[in-house]
């Protein structure tokens, strides 16, 4: 026989995990510490985000129009920056990091102001516009070994890979996205677009970060050009192009720039990359 | 709103005591004509030129414009800038102009209780008391901002205003210098610009002529001279400002003239100072709740030490004396329901609170004013175009300037409530339909010493482009 005093923790507990149950079943995204909600998610879109990405998701906003690169179709569900395989979906992480991050270069902005819960909530919703979201799960999030050492070495080998994958076909070979095929290029909505410009970039499309480099190589940016080299480039090559790449950033104080300097190569390729004159009004040195 | 007309309205509304009233009295005329003013709201803040530029819809920068979100208030603090390298007017179409105006046709009914006017009935001269209620279809101000980025991280504010019979001011004028040694905590804005206060007037919801102004900002003891100081107006000088990335955390120290934002050198030969600082926290999935504080630290002249033809000289006012408000405020989010709530002090020295020239000795009783004001604020936004607007502002007068007043002399209560409506919204233009109603009581301000209580009621269309 149960006790009163048991009966009443029965009861107590039953009440408490009802609410825990149904909330539970609401939450359809997971970043960081939250659980996405759909419902709070469409409030926030439709105060937010829908003047571009459009009233169904399909990047058709009013201003859509106006707009380059155009902003994201979450009915095609094809997303740039992920740490997942190329084709696959992103995970929530992904997407809560780009929410996060925004676009350099491009009108989606940073929305850190908003709360991790409010950015946790829109991704709920933005996952209500493709089927893909029901039919498929995320890829698995692939693999980064650490990062290898930091050699002029490993710059000097990554300019070879550089060369060899012809990554200044459309980068250019002082990374100004200048390449003979940069002209040429289109994104999945025939959309001309530029490749990125290192001598300029203080940001990646997808990150600051080494790590996020690498994540680029290796899993692409669906809906662009840029392919995924998973299957073509080892990590000790990828991590060495990283480095290379770093020292095209001849405005930026990094570690790879400043230890290719003390080198007689280095420093002329830097100094000739470096071009002095007025700032034009962007503010930006070309 | 800036002087004469907010001058003028302080008049009505804060300095109307038995000495100010006669005063005024003698200098305006009469009060009902001074205080059926235009309606107070010009210079505020909302812009679509903003919205055209980066392709965004009024309800991301504003949870109801012109009020700003915590997204509309990191673009301010970034300069008018998204950060993402597209920002700087070169990569705009040659023919973007940055330029938004606003302007609200309304109808609206003022009502004052116990207002001076002659006697019909009584000897040339003799006043009494009366309701005097006048109404009609009007106009506000208009507006003209035009601001932006010059270049990158180099922003621009220049907002020429009206009054609603086209007489110009300019209600801001500044550039500001962002991003300094590249962090986010040092920007600094030279000219003439909006204080950096949590709750601004200039982006208050609220548009009547009660309901159109914080009475806290502008609030000065009954019997006093108004002297050049407004926390809700925009003042003249050079703020430092900086944030945390996300916002959360902010600060800013402005160094002002002392002439209340107006054209040219200030009367006197001081500067006012304003402080605040505030921090924002997330609570789960109530919001982010922020808390503030600020301060307004000034001296003003109390006689001048030139006269020329019996006119005083601009520039040549001496013996200062010092004053200050002082508050907290604080911005609680429950999902759809913001509270705002604000604690406020204030301190005259007792030769502003007494109008006595420093050279000379402080009448008997004479004390320096001491005062303590509140404001609870409440919105409850439907959603991105429909807000509910509900304020009370108390203020409570803990010491008089002259012992012998009423303790509870220029006590004043307001209280104001509306909605407003936004059939549409998107990122070419803004508008609101408006419907306001606002109350004020004032403790023994009219002739016979009894309460003074003014209604206003409203109805506007809002518009901006």
């Known amino acids: ?286 | 709103m800036h002087s004469p007309l907010r001058n003028r309205r302080i008049a009505c509304l804060g300095s109307a005591g038995f000495v100010g009233f006669l005063f005024l009295s003698i200098l305006l005329g009469d009060i009902p004509s001074a205080c059926a003013l235009p309606l107070p709201r010009t210079g505020v803040y909302a812009l679509p030129a903003f919205a055209r530029k980066y392709g965004m819809p009024c309800s991301s920068c504003h949870e109801a414009w012109p009020k700003l979100s915590p997204f509309g208030q990191s673009f301010k603090d970034n300069g008018y800038q998204m950060g993402n390298e597209r920002d700087a007017p070169i990569f705009q179409q040659p023919a973007y102009w940055p330029v938004t105006f606003r302007i609200t046709p309304t109808w609206h009914r003022e009502s004052q209780n116990r207002t001076t006017v002659d006697d019909p009935a009584g000897p040339t001269g003799a006043q009494m008391e009366a309701r005097v209620t006048t109404h009609g279809f009007d106009w506000t101000g208009l507006d003209f901002h035009t601001a932006g980025t010059l270049a990158k991280n180099i922003s621009f504010y220049v907002l020429p205003s009206s009054n609603n019979l086209g007489q110009f001011h300019f209600e801001a004028v500044w550039t500001r210098f962002n991003n300094l040694l590249g962090t986010t905590w040092l920007n600094v804005k030279v000219g003439k610009f909006e204080l950096d206060n949590l709750l601004s007037e200039k982006r208050i919801l609220t548009l009547s002529q009660v309901g159109g102004l914080y009475q806290n900002y502008h609030f000065q003891p009954p019997g006093e001279s108004s002297y050049v100081f407004g926390i809700g107006d925009n003042q003249v000088g050079a703020e430092l400002m900086g944030h945390s990335k996300n916002d959360r955390t902010r600060y800013s120290a402005a160094l002002l003239s002392s002439n209340d934002g107006n054209p040219g050198l200030p009367s006197g030969r001081g500067y006012n100072t304003f402080l605040a600082a505030s921090h924002a926290f997330e609570a789960g999935t109530l919001g982010v709740q922020r808390i503030g504080a600020f301060a307004y630290i000034g001296q003003a002249p109390t006689y001048f030490q030139y006269k020329a033809s019996g006119a005083n000289i601009a520039g040549t006012g001496i013996g200062n004396k010092g004053f200050y408000r002082a508050g907290l405020i604080g911005m609680w989010y429950i999902k759809k329901l913001d509270v705002t709530t604000m604690y406020f002090h204030g301190w005259d020295s007792a030769f502003l609170g007494t109008n006595t020239p420093a050279n000379g000795a402080l009448p008997d009783g004479a004390q320096g004013p001491t005062w303590n004001g509140g404001l609870f604020e409440t919105h409850y936004t439907v959603n991105p175009q429909l807000i509910l607007i509900n304020r009370y502002e108390l203020i409570r007068m803990s010491r008089q300037a002259f012992v012998t007043n009423p303790g509870n002399l220029g006590n004043l209560d307001a209280l104001t409530f509306g909605y407003r409506y936004y059939p549409f919204i998107s990122s070419r233009a803004g508008f609101a339909f408006h419907n306001e109603f606002a109350r004020l009581r004032q403790r023994g301000t009219t002739l016979t010493g009894l309460d003074m209580t003014t209604n206003s009621l409203l109805l506007g269309f809002d518009f901006a482009f």
């Open chain 1, 1 to 286: 026989m149960m006790t009163m005093a048991n009966k009443l923790s029965v009861i107590l507990v039953a009440i408490l995990a009802v609410p825990s149950f149904a909330i539970g079943q609401q939450a359809e995204s997971h970043a960081a510490k939250f659980n996405g909600h759909e419902g709070a998610g469409k409030q926030l879109y439709y105060r937010y985000c829908w003047g571009c990405h459009g009233f169904r998701g399909d990047g058709n906003g009013e201003n859509a129009p106006y707009l380059n690169p155009l902003p994201r179709n979450f009915v095609a569900a094809t997303f740039k920056c992920r740490s997942t395989p190329t084709g696959t979906l992103p995970t929530d992480q992904d997407l809560y990091n780009a929410i996060n991050r925004g676009f350099n270069t491009t009108n989606m902005p940073s929305w850190i102001t908003l709360t991790d819960q409010n950015r946790t909530d829109l991704i709920s919703f933005i996952k209500t516009f493709s089927p893909r979201w029901k039919n498929e799960k995320p890829g698995d999030v692939i693999n980064i070994p650490p990062e290898s050492k930091l050699t002029v070495e490993s710059i000097k080998h990554g300019q070879e890979v550089f060369q060899k994958l012809e990554c200044w076909k459309c980068h250019g070979q002082e990374g100004r996205g200048d390449g003979p095929s940069a002209s040429t290029l289109t994104d999945s909505n025939d959309q001309p677009i530029r490749p990125y410009n290192f001598s300029v970039g203080s940001r990646f499309k997808c990150g600051v970060t080494n790590q996020d480099l690498y994540k680029i190589f290796m899993t692409g940016l669906d809906g662009t050009p840029m392919p995924s080299f998973a299957d073509t480039m080892k990590p000790e090559d990828a991590w060495d192009l990283v480095h290379f790449l770093r020292t095209l950033q001849v405005y930026l104080k990094t570690p790879e720039l400043a230890l290719w300097q003390t080198t007689k190569e280095g420093a002329e390729q830097i100094a000739a990359r470096r071009v002095s004159g007025t700032a034009t009004g962007s503010g930006i040195k070309q």
